[in-house]
T-cell receptor
Framework: DADVTQTPRNRITKTGKRIMLECSQT?????MYWYRQDPGLGLRLIYY???????NKGEISDGYSVSRQAQAKFSLSLESAIPNQTALYFC????????????FGPGTRLLVL | DAKTTQPPSMDCAEGRAANLPCNHS???????VYWYRQIHSQGPQYIIH???NNETNEMASLIITEDRKSSTLILPHATLRDTAVYYC??????????????FGKGTKLSVIP
């Protein structure tokens, strides 16, 4: 069973629509992250959360918002989707501390028409 | 600015050792070397990390030079399932930026039958 799950796995939407990507984890980690990956490029950090009451912007937060509903759940919203938000989105979790290792979900492939 | 330099691609014969190099000449004493891999658009998978000493786990070995300016990830007996993009990342041990994993373009390893 996967420790980090993402829903949906694939999504097609239209420009201007609001959509939400969800992430759940069973690892008991406090820290959660949202990344996006564009073809041929590495991952870029969108938002991160060190606990339920702590939300921080990453490198590319414009056009995105997040909600940390519980320790185990971290959602990413696109308020008004645009075509250049077409990408592969990954959620990750980590325990924090000196040995911080991030564990990634399977990804959500998003296409904005 | 990239903290690591990796060759864009490498081939390895199935069953042979795969040696993936990484240069991190500006690494500081406060930074770990981490390796992740990504198999065909799946979520990145943690492989191994180290600070100064060589490390080995069930997946791979990590050899870090004495001056810490470069490292090599070794997959001892590569299989077709090891075909992936391998990312070498330097990360702060502690401090405000310790959560950050900066993914570059990595090395595309192709294991050939």
């Amino acid at each position: 069973d996967a420790d980090v799950t993402q829903t949906p796995r694939n999504r097609i939407t239209k420009t201007g629509k609001r959509i939400m990507l969800e992430c759940s984890q069973t690892k008991g980690h406090d820290r959660m992250y949202w990344y996006r990956q564009d073809p041929g490029l590495g991952l870029r950090l969108i938002y991160y959360s060190f606990d339920v009451k702590d939300i921080n912007k990453g490198e590319i937060s414009d056009g995105y918002s997040v909600s940390r509903q519980a320790q185990a759940k971290f959602s990413l919203s696109l308020e008004s989707a645009i075509p250049n938000q077409t990408a592969l989105y990954f959620c990750a979790t980590s325990e924090g501390g000196r040995q911080e290792t991030q564990y990634f979900g399977p990804g959500t492939r998003l296409l904005v028409l | 600015d990239a903290k690591t330099t990796q060759p864009p691609s490498m081939d390895c014969a199935e069953g042979r050792a795969a040696n993936l190099p990484c240069n991190h000449s500006t690494i500081s004493g406060n930074e770990y070397v981490y390796w992740y891999r990504q198999i065909h658009s799946q979520g990145p998978q943690y492989i191994i990390h180290g600070l100064k000493n060589n490390e080995t786990n069930e997946m791979a070995s990590l050899i870090i030079t004495e001056d810490r300016k470069s490292s090599t990830l070794i997959l001892p007996h590569a299989t077709l399932r090891d075909t992936a993009v391998y990312y070498c990342i330097v990360r702060e041990i502690s401090g405000a930026g310790s959560y950050q994993l900066t993914f570059g373009k990595g090395t595309k390893l192709s294991v050939i039958p």
